[in-house]
């Protein structure tokens, strides 16, 4: 039988013991650390590799190249705001028809949808999340394009209804030759709309099925347990998908530099609502003008519309940041 | 003691896919009576209180027959809507499960969900159900602050005011005690008491002592098949089969 003496030394012994795993620990949490720092450097120097190429023309331009519209080498103005009124209202066209697509069907999948329908279908919205841009750049070209144009350009365009109605009259109206904000707007819908619903998806499915089962022991229908329980508790994740998607239509160059028109609006300030007007959005514009770009300051300047792009993404990730903080705070609060 | 039937319970069995989880349950359950199902874990007594509100109909592949009738009315006739069963027979799970909003909300759920009050009328019946579930006291000044942050005990408290808010006939519940200590499970206990002058309380439990205090009635599960149900006098005094007997004195199980 151990005595007294004997049993304290074995916990003493087992309490000085693994000093190499703790070693180990300091190693594994380093790695960690310096991979971490390694990132947000990486995005600290592009940051400042933006900010000191386009020096030059941010010391030539001043504020002017936020506010200024016109975009001319000849006269050597350079001016942001119509690429970025245009990235804006691209991306805001596709988040209106995107999300209560996207998010219906994630109440499908998640909630709705019969078992054996489940997979294939995410298997199928996944795989469309991850078709390159210029394919859909293609399909805008080839059919999107050419069928807005026949269907809804011409046909809106001659009807006096619409002409007459206070605000469709403003919206559905341009240059009406296929390449536009509508078809830019429409085309991006169709890019996000998979990977938000797969983003929602997988939160409406993080929401504890007891949560439901507590809905429904106190007699609510689906549809009530899905709008008063469900969906608030997955809210901000929700708004946290929309914006990642947002994300996404903000920076996305190729199909939409296929599809826009890539022409600032003919307007004295160079933006328009038009949806039949061709547009411009700061990718497109940076991918068409930098094969002609002569150095100096055209270059620097092309380099300052990035820097607006990066910035813009960082203030919208903000603030959807704080939405969805917000969001998770009234709920828990 | 006075026997109205409540619940009867006829020839019910129960399949989750091909594994049968109950087999050709009988009894009748009295109103305005606690009722408790005791038995070893997995015996099948949350399938069967699941079945009593048609909760398990929520399970993909499950199968019931049998039939169950509530006051006289079989709960999976055509013309009975689910909704209006749940409501009648309400249920309070073995974990807490607050919906992530203000505890006035929780318990408001319900009644404007099946708009049985607003304004003043909804503050006093969210009052009351708080008051009979013995949690006003401890949250009254904090209505509008999130379930979340109460603890294990009054979250279960919390859940058993929101399932009163609906007025249920009848009150399901599933191991209510299993994660409380000893003082917020005796106040339950004294709440369940309380409770059965209005309602027919049907309640699950580990706790043998619980189960004798508590209840009128008692049920003993073994394997999916209901053992033995009587008085609970009798059931743990004088129990008719030796299963009972052993399990009662802890022979097994
Ligand atoms: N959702 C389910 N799907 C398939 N089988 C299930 C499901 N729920 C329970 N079962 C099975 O049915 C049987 C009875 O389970 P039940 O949960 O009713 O037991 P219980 O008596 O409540 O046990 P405990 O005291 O541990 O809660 C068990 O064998 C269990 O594995
Ligand atoms: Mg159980």
Redesign the interface.
Known sequence: MPTIDDRSQSVSGSLTSGTNRKWIDSVYIGAITTMSLALMTLVLAIGCALLWQSMPAIKALGPGFVTGHEWDDATGKYGSAAFLSGTLYSSGIAILVSVPISICSAIFLAELAP?WIRLPITFLIELLAAIPSVVYGLWGIFVLIPLLRDKVMTPALASSTIGKTPILKSLLTGAGYGPSMLAAGLLLAIMITPFITAICRDILLAI?T??R?????????QA?TIL??VL??AAPGLIGAVMLGFGRAFGETMAVTMVIGNMTPNTPDGRSVALFDPGYTIASAMANKFTEATPGIATAALIELGLVLFVTSMLINFFARSLVRLAARR??? | MQTTPCVTVQNVSFWYGSNQALFDINMTIPQHAVTAFIGPSGCGKSTFLRCL?R?ND?I?GSKMTGKIELSGQDIRDRSVSV??????V??V?Q?P?P???SIYDNVA??PR??QLARGRALDELVEKCLIDAALWDEVKDKLK??A??LSGGQQQRL?IA??L??SPDVILMDEPCSALDPNSTHRIEELITRLKNEYTVIIVTHNLQQAKRISDMTGFFLRGELVEFGSSETVFGTPARKETDDYINGRFG
């Open positions: 078992k504890p007891m949560q089962d507590a809905a429904a022991g106190l007699g609510t229908t009530e008063k329980v608030p508790s709920i828990a609060a | 509100n909760m929520r993909d909704e209006a069963l749940r409501r009648t309400g249920m799970f974990k499960v919906f992530p909003m759920f319900g969900t099946h602050s999130s979340m942050a859940c929101r399932t808010s609906v």
